[in-house]
């Protein structure tokens, strides 16, 4: 090296130039490592340091880009730009962070979780009832994805009629919890929010779904306005925005099977109904003809009984007119007497030398008067 | 069709089947409740088979970071 070849600048123009290295070279960079030192000051900026086993490069950033609470010793993926800054030297401006390797995910999980947790966020009062089925689904998932696909199919195939307004966010990666809590904010905003809203995503790894345990995402879901139902696919842990839902599903088409009643179950049912109510008729017109039937044979009853009665009735009439008959009192022996054409009831009408009728039940006699004697009374 | 419409057509068809277990139900009433119930589930069963869902993208654009 030649002494004096060497530029001779500014402690400020090293600075600068340092920076601008820095900008032209490395935009941006994502580093995986080992977080220490980590200290949150005055309540908005984070100071930390990712090391390894040869290194230890600083950080510097916002509250915001926390994705919960941290802890040394966790693996980190941070993104940021490497920068030099003219007073404070060399970090690495955060952008975003993830936690790296299941041992970490599942130790910022709990973290949060017990923070969370004492907020009250997971709270089975808050829970929520989902309209069933609804009119209007918010779904948020990643476009063209098979948990998009098999939500929107099974939805389909169970239930018609409902508008569903799908907005497009990632679901892993370290801008998918921004997206998330983005696409709840909207939904939530609009004047005439949807029924329901639907946050789905297929399985993966722990480090695929760390953004449904991320803190911002997390919050979201518990402040939404509009009830939520939460779909991971996975078998493992549960994330805690299902923990945070008013509602969660095992998978995106569980979350259909939740949300709407089946088209073909309800479809046999009103066969059902169709059949109970022709049933329930039927046994009413039967029931009445029945009922008719035996009115009619009662009335029947009634008439017989009436003229049977009028029968014996006229029978006793009959009898009793009979035993009045002259003819029969005529054929017992009994006879009419009568005097010029008048009809003699009583000895005192007659007198000896007298003509009389005498009309007997097969003949008529002419006859005299020989003499009278009255019962009690001497003869005349 | 929406929602509250095949709600409101179930809950008519039950309001009908109700009225069909009255126990002093005159028959002409029971035919007219009859064949109104077989009107309600002829056009439940149409939604059912015709009705589709409506998907439409949000307008809300997601701010993107720069």
């Given at each position: 090296?030649?002494?004096?070849?060497?530029?001779?600048?500014?402690?400020?123009?090293?600075?600068a130039?340092?920076n601008?290295?820095l900008?032209?070279a490395?935009?941006?960079?994502?580093?995986?490592?080992?977080?220490?030192?980590?200290?949150?000051?005055?309540?908005?900026?984070?100071?930390?340091?990712?090391?390894?086993?040869?290194?230890?490069?600083?950080?510097?950033?916002?509250?915001?880009?926390?994705p919960?609470?941290?802890?040394?010793?966790?693996?980190l993926?941070?993104?940021g730009?490497?920068?030099?800054?003219?007073?404070?030297?060399f970090?690495?401006?955060?952008?975003?962070?993830?936690?790296?390797?299941?041992?970490?995910?599942?130790?910022a999980?709990?973290?949060?979780k017990?923070?969370?947790?004492?907020?009250?966020?997971?709270?089975?009062?808050?829970?929520?009832?989902?309209?069933?089925?609804?009119?209007?689904?918010?779904?948020?998932?990643?476009?063209?994805?098979?948990?998009?696909?098999?939500f929107?199919?099974v939805?389909?195939e169970?239930?018609?009629?409902i508008?569903?307004?799908f907005?497009d966010?990632?679901?892993?990666?370290?801008?998918a919890?921004?997206?998330?809590?983005?696409?709840?904010?909207?939904?939530?905003?609009?004047?005439?929010?949807?029924?329901?809203?639907?946050?789905?995503?297929?399985?993966g790894s722990?480090?695929?779904?760390?953004?449904?345990s991320?803190?911002?995402?997390?919050?979201a879901?518990?402040?939404?306005?509009?009830?939520?139902l939460?779909?991971?696919g996975?078998?493992?842990?549960v994330?805690?925005?299902e923990?945070?839902?008013?509602?969660?599903?095992s998978?995106?088409?569980n979350?259909?099977?939740l949300?709407?009643?089946?088209?073909r179950?309800?479809?046999?049912?009103?066969?059902?109904?169709?059949?109970?109510?022709?049933?329930?008729?039927?046994?009413?017109?039967?029931?009445?003809?029945k009922?008719l039937?035996?009115?009619?044979?009662?009335?029947g009853?009634?008439a017989?009984?009436?003229?049977?009665?009028?029968?014996?009735?006229?029978?006793?009439?009959?009898?009793?007119?009979?035993?009045?008959?002259?003819?029969?009192?005529?054929?017992?022996g009994?006879?009419l007497?009568?005097?010029?054409?008048?009809?003699?009831?009583?000895?005192?009408?007659?007198?000896?030398?007298?003509?009389?009728?005498?009309?007997?039940?097969?003949?008529?006699?002419?006859?005299?008067?020989?003499?009278?004697?009255?019962?009690?009374?001497?003869?005349? | 069709?929406?929602?509250?419409s095949?709600?409101e057509?179930?809950?008519?068809?039950?309001?009908?089947?109700?009225?069909l277990q009255?126990?002093?139900i005159?028959?002409?009433?029971?035919?007219?409740?009859?064949?109104?119930g077989?009107?309600?589930?002829?056009?439940?069963?149409?939604?059912?088979k015709?009705?589709e869902?409506?998907?439409?993208k949000?307008?809300?654009?997601?701010?993107?970071?720069?």
């Amino acid at each position: 090296m030649i002494a004096g070849s060497a530029p001779v600048v500014s402690v400020g123009e090293l600075a600068a130039l340092l920076n601008q290295t820095l900008e032209f070279a490395y935009p941006n960079i994502v580093v995986r490592g080992e977080l220490a030192e980590f200290r949150v000051s005055r309540g908005a900026w984070v100071y930390f340091d990712l090391k390894d086993e040869v290194a230890r490069v600083p950080f510097f950033g916002s509250v915001r880009a926390l994705p919960g609470p941290l802890e040394n010793g966790m693996m980190l993926e941070v993104r940021g730009a490497p920068r030099f800054h003219p007073r404070w030297g060399f970090s690495v401006n955060v952008a975003s962070i993830q936690i790296s390797g299941e041992g970490s995910i599942k130790k910022a999980a709990d973290l949060l979780k017990a923070k969370l947790a004492v907020e009250g966020l997971f709270d089975p009062e808050r829970k929520r009832a989902l309209p069933y089925p609804p009119a209007r689904i918010g779904l948020i998932t990643a476009a063209k994805s098979a948990a998009y696909h098999d939500f929107v199919k099974v939805l389909g195939e169970r239930w018609g009629g409902i508008g569903v307004l799908f907005c497009d966010a990632q679901v892993q990666g370290d801008d998918a919890p921004r997206q998330i809590a983005e696409a709840l904010s909207a939904f939530n905003q609009m004047p005439d929010p949807p029924e329901v809203l639907v946050i789905t995503r297929g399985g993966g790894s722990a480090e695929d779904l760390q953004a449904f345990s991320q803190e911002q995402v997390v919050r979201a879901v518990a402040a939404s306005r509009v009830p939520t139902l939460v779909a991971i696919g996975h078998e493992a842990d549960v994330s805690l925005a299902e923990l945070a839902a008013d509602r969660r599903a095992s998978t995106p088409s569980n979350a259909a099977e939740l949300l709407v009643p089946d088209r073909r179950a309800a479809a046999r049912q009103l066969g059902i109904h169709r059949q109970q109510m022709f049933d329930m008729t039927a046994q009413i017109i039967s029931q009445n003809r029945k009922e008719l039937s035996y009115r009619a044979a009662r009335l029947g009853e009634d008439a017989d009984r009436a003229v049977h009665a009028a029968r014996t009735k006229l029978a006793s009439a009959r009898q009793l007119i009979e035993a009045f008959n002259p003819s029969a009192a005529l054929r017992r022996g009994y006879v009419l007497v009568s005097k010029e054409q008048k009809l003699v009831r009583s000895g005192k009408e007659l007198a000896a030398g007298q003509h009389i009728d005498v009309q007997m039940h097969d003949a008529r006699l002419q006859a005299e008067v020989i003499s009278v004697t009255m019962e009690g009374y001497e003869q005349k | 069709m929406n929602k509250s419409s095949y709600q409101e057509l179930s809950e008519q068809l039950e309001e009908v089947m109700a009225n069909l277990q009255q126990p002093d139900i005159q028959v002409d009433e029971a035919v007219q409740l009859y064949e109104r119930g077989l009107k309600l589930v002829r056009q439940c069963e149409a939604y059912l088979k015709t009705s589709e869902n409506k998907i439409a993208k949000l307008k809300a654009q997601l701010k993107t970071e720069g």
